[in-house]
């Protein structure tokens, strides 16, 4: 089958630093995305990575294992409009949509 | 540019009934996705349009689902006759290429259905 693990839920303070991990089993990889999405609204592509190593792209850093069939996602200097869940999702072929979505993290941050 | 769009916002149907959600993709995308996520759980795949031609329908629960893609612009996904356990947040997303690093889908806000 194809799983995709990542924690309920993650609490931090703003200005802290925190990292969401994913693992993952599927029957296919291509690459490892990540989501964010507010209450109620669309799920917003973060991040990509299909090679091993770290992508950053601001407050937000996305890395790869692929040997491990791990990644994480780094938020530093955390915002409360941080607050949100976040998605790692796998692309299992070519297809940029097709993914298989883990089931959120929902991260909470206090002032 | 106008993102991807979803109409309706909610839904309340009773069982039984029929619910039609319809999905504006940005325009210029090919590649149109439908995703569900039911009880808070993962976002599934649901299917896969290449303009007008479903490419992947593999993630449809069953055939009381229908979903179309006349003249690869818009699509609707049909529930008839819709069940309790149908309830849940209908995503739509869409993509203009396929593949590659720099490809990425868009997702609209969903349409959140509940089968009373």
């Known amino acids: 089958g194809q799983s995709l693990e990542q924690p309920s839920e993650v609490t931090a303070v703003e200005g802290a630093i925190v990292q969401i991990n994913c693992t993952y089993q599927t029957s296919g990889f291509y690459g490892l995305s990540w989501y964010q999405q507010h209450d109620g609204g669309a799920p917003t592509f973060l991040s990509y990575?299909?090679?091993?190593g770290l992508e950053e792209t601001g407050r937000f850093s996305s890395f790869l294992s692929r040997s491990d069939s791990y990644g994480y996602l780094l938020l530093q200097e955390l915002q409360m409009k941080d607050s949100a869940s976040y998605f790692c999702a796998v692309r299992v072929n070519t297809n940029a949509g097709k993914s298989t979505f883990g089931d959120g993290t929902t991260l909470t941050v206090k002032p | 540019e106008a993102g991807v769009t979803q109409f309706p916002s909610h839904s309340v149907i009773e069982k039984g009934q029929t619910v039609t959600l319809r999905c504006d993709p940005i325009s210029g995308h090919d590649n149109l996705y439908w995703y569900r996520r039911v009880m808070g759980k993962e976002i599934k795949f649901l299917l896969h349009?290449?303009?007008?031609?479903?490419?992947?329908e593999s993630g449809m629960p069953n055939n009381r689902f229908l979903a179309e893609r006349t003249g690869g612009t818009y699509s609707t996904l049909k529930v008839q006759p819709a069940e309790l356990e149908d309830s849940g947040v209908y995503f739509c997303a869409s993509s203009q290429d396929t593949g590659g690093r720099g490809s990425e889908a868009f997702f609209g806000q969903g349409t959140r259905l509940t089968v009373v």
């Open positions: 349009f290449v303009k007008e031609s479903k490419q992947d």
């Open positions: 990575n299909a090679l091993d």
